[in-house]
């Protein structure tokens, strides 16, 4: 049995809404103002109570049918439809907030958050402003409901952290040349390099939802993680979450390559002062790799092209840096390419009259 939370005002039982641009919750209904410390309390509540939810949530056990599927909406009642690696979502008829807490327990907590810094009228106007410059994009990308299709995710990372004490060996070459009267002379001096030391290397990211499309997970990094936050169910209230699908053995293999380049990068980048840098060699005698379950705010949005072809559009909910694919119009780019060819025929006619 699963569980859904729908986190409550405690002074008129309304729905209450994380606010980016506040940092805090909001009710729709009464106008009430609370901050992170609120929640806190309710969360430490909860915990020394041997809750997992807030006590502020209204929360009920769900009959789950679909392999856990399908939920009871604690608002209204009505069925809310869900994939099976969502854990936040709104109620399709009332459009309330829900959390669904089983999903995001046990082993499934995630150790950190870093909240949307970015609402969704901000995120809206900077997609206007970017396609608005951009003149084969089809008119309707545009269109109120296609806008109202953007959607605040947090979407899952694994965020790891590594600490190497390393030593690298190289043969450092330096050549020097010069020209004594009709002969030129080359000189090679070759070296035995070392250095070693101490190399942390932080924040390396990789997306643990298999589902989620590479590019785009990757394209809207990196993140501010100054604003790193421990994880709070109330963050997720007004936005959509997914859970982690990857675990993490799966991926620290990778990690760890990925981590001994970067080490290697980092001490080669130390061997200046020489021609060329052979025979490089890397020994580490210490590895250790942090890996933190990590939920990342991104504002996303598709489009459907012609045929089966999907556009995607993704904004980084923290910093507002964007990656996207955009559709094409075609009665654009034929019109656009029809009144060059115009010009440039009236250009040329008007080049030979003037001959």
Known sequence: MAEIVSIKCPNCDGELKFDPKSQGYTCEWCGSFFDQSFFDQMEGAAAAAGGDAPPAASAQSSA?????????????????????????????YCHNP?????????NLLPDFIIPFKIPKEEASDKLIKSTNKKWFVPKNFFDSKQIENL?????????GEGHYVG????????????????YQYTETKTFRVERGGTIDLKNWLAIALSKTNQVLAEGVQPYDFKELKPFSYGYLTGF?????????????????????????STLRSKMSGYTTITKFNSNYTKEDIDMKYT????????????GDKVY??????QTGSVIGDFPISMPKLLLFA????????????????LL
Do not use: H
């Open 64 to 92: 789950e049918e679909e392999a856990g599927r399908i939920f009871t909406c604690p608002s209204c009642g009505a069925e809310v439809v869900t994939d099976a690696t969502t854990a936040a979502t709104f109620c399709y």
């Open 98 to 106: 829900v959390v669904l807490s089983g999903r995001l327990s046990g």
């Open 151 to 159: 959607t605040g995710v947090y979407f899952p990372y694994w965020k």
């Open 167 to 182: 030593l690298a060996t190289a043969e450092g070459n330096r050549v020097r040349s010069w020209t004594t009267g009709d």
């Open 240 to 264: 959509q979450a997914e859970r982690r699908d990857i675990e993490k053995k799966v991926i620290e293999e990778r990690a760890g390559k990925e981590f001994r380049t970067c080490a290697d």
């Open 295 to 306: 939920l990342l705010p991104v504002w996303t949005m598709t489009y459907q092209g012609k």
């Open 312 to 317: 995607f559009y993704s904004m980084n909910g």
């Open 338 to 353: 029809s009144i060059l060819s115009g010009i440039v025929l009236a250009l040329f006619l008007l080049g030979g009259w």
